[in-house]
């Protein structure tokens, strides 16, 4: 069974293995069409007692997710509380990690900022080797990560890791991600779909008690604690009214973010030297 909604659309590949679609034009950014369409599929996966693989992927091979929508179009979506009681985006992102089933994103093109985070809240990330890009361009923008991945960085690579994946504000390809811990493994573009329907066709044979029991026990130590979540997106919403973000912001527009382009693409390389002195004052 196929959902036809747009921005997320779900594939039961079999009642016990899912395939959710992200396909939001031009540039998968997160608005609220995803934000909604995300928590409506976290709640089919939360009635089902018999999923126990879910499989995230692009429609769009050069962006996963490209980051939020900065237009300021999202904003209401992103901070109404959802079921958690928390704003929008964490209580997705919340959620998502909590699932008593598997879950993995199959990562080609730009994961970046609450595109990353969300693959951070993932299970399992495979990406491409070819294809994938993450990074969190928070800090060289002007802002702070709010969604968690400076949380799940810390306990993934660790602390030194995590501030240069964090404040350098980077892109990084997949090999350089894996080496770092940031995904499980970079897995050559032509092989990655075989590989990860394989891995998840293994995994939706096994019972799902043990799954979701195994998941809960690691997360015991593993996830991060939601009033820490909480503090990093506040401090993400502050960053917004501060007047040299604002400046950035309205500068990073002009460079071309989110339109399809050199920009958006290679926006780790962009940020290099972009607001000096003369540019934000």
């Known amino acids: 069974m196929t959902d036809t909604q747009q921005a997320v659309r779900v594939h039961e590949v079999t009642p016990a293995y899912w395939q959710v679609t992200l396909d939001n034009p031009p540039l998968n950014v997160v608005d609220a069409a995803i934000i909604t ?59 998502l990690a909590a699932l008593p089933v598997l879950t993995i994103a199959k990562i080609r093109g730009r994961a ?22 993450l990074g969190q361009p928070e800090v060289g923008a002007g802002v702070i990560p709010g969604g968690g991945s400076i949380e799940r960085l810390a306990h993934l690579v660790g602390r030194a890791r995590a501030l240069e994946i964090v404040i350098g504000s ?8 894996q080496e770092l811990g940031y995904v499980n493994r ?17 995994v939706a044979s096994f019972d799902r008690r043990p799954i979701a029991t195994a998941k809960r026990l690691v997360d015991r130590i593993t996830l991060p604690e939601n009033g820490h979540l909480l503090e990093s ?3 993400f919403a502050a960053a917004l009214t501060w007047p040299e973000t604002q400046k950035r912001v309205v500068r990073l527009f002009e460079k071309g973010l989110q339109q399809r382009g050199d920009f958006e693409l290679r926006f780790g390389h962009h940020l290099n030297g972009l607001f000096d002195e003369s540019t934000v004052d």
Not at 112 to 133: H, K, M, N, P, T
Not at 170 to 177: F, G, H, S
Not at 186 to 202: G, I, K, Q, S
């Open 233 to 235: 997106q506040a401090q």
């Open 37 to 95: 369409g995300l928590a409506e599929v976290l709640d089919r996966v939360e009635a089902s007692d018999q999923v126990r693989v879910v499989v995230f992927e692009s429609a769009d091979d050069e962006f996963f997710l490209a980051h939020f929508d900065m237009t300021g179009n999202s904003t209401a979506a992103a901070r109404t509380p959802g079921r958690t009681g928390l704003p929008g985006t964490t209580d997705v992102l919340v959620r």
């Open 112 to 133: 970046r900022g609450v595109g990353s985070e969300f693959v951070l809240a993932c299970d399992l990330r495979y990406a491409s080797a070819e294809r994938a890009i």
């Open 186 to 202: 970079a897995v050559p573009d032509a092989e990655l779909d075989a590989f990860v329907d394989a891995f998840a066709r293994r």
């Open 170 to 177: 980077d892109d990084y390809d997949a090999r350089t991600a």
